[in-house]
């Protein structure tokens, strides 16, 4: 078993395929999918230090198109709903996603309830692009905070 570690450790610390696996674990952590992106970004950035910015921005980009793949899903959801019940759903937490647009997907970056605020943005039919870009906004700066944090939190180098 700690043979089997050791190589998926060497095979993940390759910039070639450990940026890929940041951006595809990235993307399906901003789905509805409970998984946590950080310590692959944090991995990978700590056996590479000179990885911190593409790192960053890939986990970024995958989680932000996540997080719009995962508005769709909303965006159907309703669809769907509507033509089976034949009504619009209504709620305190809907009229206050409602109350404050896309700018409440800046939210999205928070645990657990960060990728169904994105859903019900799609629900709810906000405008796809701003949503976006709120996202992106608010991912980037997640990863941005908790990648340098942990790096703060535990510095020193990994012997090669």
């Known amino acids: 078993m700690d043979a089997w570690i050791d190589w998926m450790m060497r095979v993940l610390a390759l ?3 450990g940026l890929s696996t ?3 674990i990235a993307f399906i952590a901003a789905t ?3 998984l946590g992106s950080e310590p692959v970004v944090f991995g990978l950035v700590k056996l590479n230090p000179d990885m911190f910015w593409p790192a960053i921005g890939l986990a970024t980009l ?3 198109l996540g997080g ?3 508005w769709w899903m909303g965006y159907g959801a309703e669809r769907a709903y509507e033509r089976v019940t034949h009504k619009h759903p209504n709620g305190r937490a809907l009229a206050w996603l ?3 647009g896309a700018k409440a997907c800046l939210l999205s970056w928070l645990p657990v309830v960060g990728d169904p605020l994105c859903a ?3 629900w709810l039919e906000l405008p796809f692009w701003p949503c976006v870009a709120y996202m992106a906004i608010g991912k980037f700066g997640r990863y941005l905070i908790m990648t340098a944090a942990l790096l703060w939190v535990f510095p020193g180098q990994y012997a090669r």
């Open 15 to 17: 910039p070639e395929v």
């Open 22 to 24: 940041v951006f595809f």
């Open 32 to 34: 509805l999918i409970p």
């Open 62 to 64: 995958g989680a932000t």
């Open 68 to 70: 719009a793949l995962t």
């Open 98 to 100: 409602r109350r404050h």
């Open 120 to 122: 019900v943005a799609g």
